[in-house]
């Protein structure tokens, strides 16, 4: 079974310093794709980042990066230059890739990012 | 370009009480799912479905049912509410397996009393 893993459940950082969310995974699927979803005290689920398991390099959108180490099974969001609208929770998570699994996805249990002006 | 549109935003719900969540997408997405959001905790699968007709259960199916009559719609329903449904509800939609993150409906915040 998949699983994700979000083990910072709060974060603080000072207000346009870079910060690191944690993410692993597991799963036995060679093909998948790895997502982190901005959720805002408004409660809405937005889209960040896409890396997909064959990808090569790191996937970036703008301030936000993903450091994917796959040895590791290890996901990392990293936003640069933070800021105060960047405080939100934050929600890792795993879509199958196989047409046949339908493309579900697991989530992990999120991580509150506090940024401090 | 309204995306994924649930309805209603906000119920609440008497104990046995029945209701139907509407999720309605205008982008054309065979794939649409049905999650809960418990308080501290991520988001789990209730149903899903990879097209019109179409649906299957989830990791938390029990107590809910759905139908996907048309493409565009996909309806989750409570036949007989408990209060540990009380959960915010997102419906999300995707075009293709994968390489594609889901798009998110508003969600609706449902009390069961």
């Known amino acids: 079974a998949q699983k994700i893993t979000q083990t910072q459940p709060g974060m603080f950082v000072q207000e346009k310093e870079a910060v690191t969310l944690d993410c692993t995974y597991d799963t036995s699927d060679p093909s998948y794709g790895l997502f982190w979803y901005k959720q805002p005290s408004s409660g809405e689920m937005i889209f960040l980042i896409y890396?997909?398991?064959?990808?090569?390099q790191n996937a970036t959108e703008g301030r936000y990066s993903l450091n994917f180490q796959k040895a590791r099974k290890s996901a990392n969001l990293v936003i640069s230059a933070s800021q105060l609208g960047d405080s939100a929770m934050y929600f890792c998570a795993m879509r199958e890739g196989a047409r046949a699994n339908a493309g579900k996805s697991t989530f992990g249990d999120g991580t509150t990012l506090t940024v401090k002006p | 370009n309204a995306g994924v549109t649930q309805t209603p935003k906000f119920r609440v719900l008497k104990t046995g009480q029945s209701m139907t969540l509407l999720c309605a997408q205008d982008m054309n997405h065979e794939y649409m799912y049905w999650y809960r959001q418990d308080p501290g905790m991520g988001l789990r699968l209730i149903h899903y479905?990879?097209?019109?007709?179409?649906?299957a259960k989830g990791e938390v199916p029990d107590g809910y049912n759905v139908s996907r009559l048309k493409k565009q719609n996909f309806l989750l329903g409570l036949e007989s509410a408990a209060p540990s449904q009380t959960s915010v509800y997102f419906c999300?939609?995707?075009?293709?397996?994968?390489?594609?993150?889901?798009?998110f409906g508003s969600g609706t915040r449902l009390t069961v009393v």
């Open positions: 479905s990879v097209g019109e007709g179409t649906t």
């Open positions: 890396q997909g398991s064959y990808d090569q």
């Open positions: 999300a939609s995707s075009g293709e397996t994968g390489l594609y993150g889901y798009t």
